[in-house]
């Protein structure tokens, strides 16, 4: 393949480029975030979005079946040798009328996108494709991540797959047990930090640079690559046409980071017409986005992001002691590592940010599973939040939604189970206990 890919640092006082044959988690000019780019050769990519869709009939075929790779010129950052698949990307956009009359959407204009169909059972997979992909690629032998679950869970899925050795750092007490058993399961070392996931996130970028590990956070900037792919679904699912409204969880912000990349390229190439505006959703107890961007008024800025906004707030936090805890795990960070890169999305998409309460996000996740799909807490988060801009009239009724979903319901099945057990929120749906007798089981059942 000629070499059409290249890294580039967001930073545009820097600006320094790499070629996609390094491996780099920051710049090492500038220390900031990098960007995987393309010349485009606008003669191989195709001229319509409707060509991807062809390859349904090749399904057959490696690549062709992957949900990632089916877009391969999108990402076109390494040889077909190199790249790896696991049968990513089998997802599932669902038009939800029932839900969307409940909480006050048109008929026909809620879509939720469940990446827990994915191998390892979340969104994650789609990155992690692609970064394995670029860790064959320059012969990367060990790999190592920070995780709230989900990245442990499918690092070390991918990594047993890719036949890499792998290590995972978790917070003390700060994970789902469905999601830990995976990551032991598919044998990873799984080290336990007496710390929450900053701590995690602070230490595995210092091994990886003291040891030369492959990192497969989402610092990675080709793991950003592969979570563009949903949104190509969402747009597949959609018959290639554009909804109004993306929702999408906070966290590190990794998705929707890559998200905004993903319209703003597809805008620049003449696949589509117009971008769709971003709704990005945190937990209240762990609403860094929110607090800069509505509160503190941190901005893209071209690329200029005024840097002091960010430090002054995170050195509050230090001075606090404060750590993030909220029900949805998967969003459970402070300081996440793509903010800048969110901040870009929010600019491209017209974007919004909101942060829920763990009340909003169980009651929310009881009417998802109500309704016809279980998802994880953190994915709850979407729907919570589309209440709030419902209710605040910032996305109307008549506008085309689709709130991404993504974690499957049993990766985290403790908050759902003492969520209806324990009664703990109006949509609660707890066991009814009853006695050994025919006559008492009929009348409950009539009631």
Not at 26 to 46: E, F, M, R, S, T
Not at 60 to 79: H, P
Not at 137 to 146: E, I, N, T
Request: charged share 25%.
């Amino acid at each position: 393949m000629a070499e059409t890919a290249y890294q580039k640092c967001i930073n545009p006082d820097c600006g320094a480029e790499y070629g996609c044959d390094e491996s780099f988690f920051k710049c090492p000019k500038c220390g900031d975030l990098l960007d995987a780019l393309y010349d485009w050769d606008k003669k191989k990519v195709p001229t319509r979005l409707s060509d991807f869709g062809k390859r349904w009939a090749s399904r057959n075929e490696r690549l062709d079946f992957s949900g990632v790779w089916r877009f391969r010129e999108l990402l076109n950052f390494c040889d077909d040798k190199f790249k790896v698949s696991i049968g990513e990307g089998q997802t599932l956009l669902q038009q939800n009328d029932n839900l969307a009359e409940f909480i006050g959407i048109k008929k026909g204009n809620l879509h939720l996108q469940y990446e827990g169909l994915n191998p390892s059972g979340s969104f994650k997979d789609n990155g992690m494709t692609a970064a394995f992909s670029h860790a064959k690629r320059v012969g990367a032998k060990s790999c190592a991540c920070a995780s709230t679950g989900n990245t442990s869970a499918a690092v070390a899925l991918y990594a047993h797959h890719c036949g890499m050795k792998c290590t995972v750092f978790i917070g003390s007490g700060r994970i789902a047990f469905g999601k830990l058993s995976q990551a032991m399961d598919y044998g990873a070392k799984t080290i336990q930090i007496l710390g929450d996931f900053d701590d995690c996130m602070k230490q595995v970028q210092a091994v990886c640079t003291e040891l030369k590990l492959y990192l497969l956070n989402s610092l990675n900037p080709f793991r950003l690559e592969g979570q563009k792919t949903i949104m190509y679904r969402i747009l597949e699912g959609l018959g290639w046409e554009v909804p109004d409204w993306i929702i999408v969880p906070g966290g590190n912000l990794g998705n929707s980071s890559a998200f905004g990349k993903a319209f703003y390229e597809l805008k620049e190439l003449g696949l589509i017409k117009r971008v769709p505006r971003l709704a990005i959703i945190n937990a209240t107890g762990a609403d860094t986005l929110s607090e800069l961007v509505n509160n503190r008024n941190l901005k893209w800025n071209g690329g200029k992001v005024d840097n002091k906004i960010i430090s002054d707030f995170y050195a509050e936090l230090t001075a606090r002691n404060f750590s993030p805890h909220t029900c949805a795990s998967a969003i459970e960070i402070s300081r996440p590592v793509n903010l800048k890169k969110c901040l870009r999305a929010i600019d491209v998409c017209n974007g919004v940010v909101r942060a829920v309460s763990d009340e909003a996000i169980t009651d929310a996740k009881a009417l998802i599973g109500k309704y016809g799909l279980g998802c994880e807490p953190a994915s709850a988060a979407t729907i919570a939040g589309l209440e709030v801009l419902l209710a605040e009239k910032t996305i109307k009724p008549d506008e085309k939604v689709a709130c991404v979903l993504t974690g499957h319901c049993l990766k985290d099945p403790n908050v759902t189970v003492n969520y209806h057990k324990e009664k703990m929120g109006k949509y609660s749906n707890p066991p009814i206990e009853c006695a050994n007798d025919l006559g008492q089981i009929i009348k409950l059942m009539s009631t």
